[in-house]
C-alpha cells in the first residue's frame, strides 16, 4: 500500500512510523488512520520487527489531535463507529502489541494524539513538547480511551484537571506527573527511543511479550492482573529464553536470546 499521510520504514529491526500531514500539524483524519491500522499490523507481522517507533513529521506536532474538520458531517451512529476504531487501533494494535512500541513526542501531542502517544507502552518528550486533551472545549470528551488511560497514568485528579480543564501541560510536567518517561532535547529524541528499544531487544523477547500482557491486565478490569502474571510467569519456565537467561547467568556470560 502506498501512504499519503505517513512515512514507514524498518531498519535494525525498528519500525519507524511517522505521522506525515505537516500542514495540518499531524492531525488523525480517518485516511490516517486506515494507513496507521494497516501499518501496526505489518508490525504485528513481520518477524523481522522487534519493536517500533511512533512520531510526527515536522518540528512543532507530534500530532495535534484529530481532523475535527471531519466530525462536522458526522451522524450519531458515525461518531460511535469512530470511537470504536479508534479504541480497537490504540488498544488491540498499540497497547496489546507483544512488540514494544515507543512514542517519540517531538511537539504539540493533544487530542487523539495524546490518546495515541498514551497508548504506547512508553513516551518520549522533546523539550518543547505540549501535552493536553482539549475535547470538551468542542463540547465533546476525549473518546480514544483517554479518560481511561490518563487516569491509570497521571491518577483521578489530575486527569480530571488535564480533561475538565483543556488545559495544555508542559513535557516536564508531564514528567513530574507521570505521564512522560523522559523528557531530552529535540535533537535526541529519536536516539534515546532507540536506544531504549535496543535495551529492550537484549532480553528475551517471550518474556517481554509476557510482561507487556501482564501489566495490561492491571488496566482494564476483564482480567485478573495478579493471575495473568502467575499464569506468564509459570508458562515462561517451559521457553528456552528461560533456560538460556539463567544458564547465562550461572555462567556469568552474556545471553543469547
Known sequence: MEFQNLLYRVENNIAFITINRIPAL???????LDELEVVLIAVKE??????????????????????????????????????????????????????????????????????????????????????????????LLPGYGGTQRL???????????????ADMITAEEGSRIGLINEVVPADELLDRSVSVLQRIFS???????????????????????????????SDLFLTADFKEGVDAFLKKRKPNF
Open 203 to 233: 532480553r528475551s523477547s517471550t518474556a517481554v511479550a509476557a510482561a507487556i500482557d501482564a501489566v495490561n491486565a492491571f488496566d482494564f478490569g476483564k482480567r485478573t492482573g495478579y493471575e495473568v502474571e502467575i499464569a506468564h510467569f
Open 46 to 139: 513481520n518477524a523481522l520487527v522487534k519493536g517500533a517507533i511512533i512520531t510526527g513529521a515536522g518540528e512543532k506536532a507530534f500530532i495535534a489531535g484529530a481532523d475535527i474538520k471531519e466530525f462536522i458531517a458526522l451522524e450519531h451512529a458515525d461518531a460511535k463507529d469512530l470511537s470504536e476504531r479508534g479504541h480497537y487501533i490504540f488498544t488491540e494494535l498499540i497497547q496489546n502489541s507483544k512488540k514494544t512500541i515507543i512514542a517519540a513526542i517531538n511537539g504539540f501531542a493533544l487530542g487523539g494524539g495524546l490518546e495515541l502517544a498514551m497508548a504506547c507502552h512508553m513516551r518520549f518528550a522533546s523539550e518543547n513538547a505540549k501535552l493536553g486533551l482539549p475535547e470538551v472545549s468542542l463540547g
Open 26 to 32: 499531524n492531525a488523525l483524519n480517518q485516511q490516517t
Open 151 to 165: 487516569t491509570q497514568l497521571v491518577g483521578r485528579g489530575r486527569a480530571l484537571q488535564m480533561i475538565l480543564t
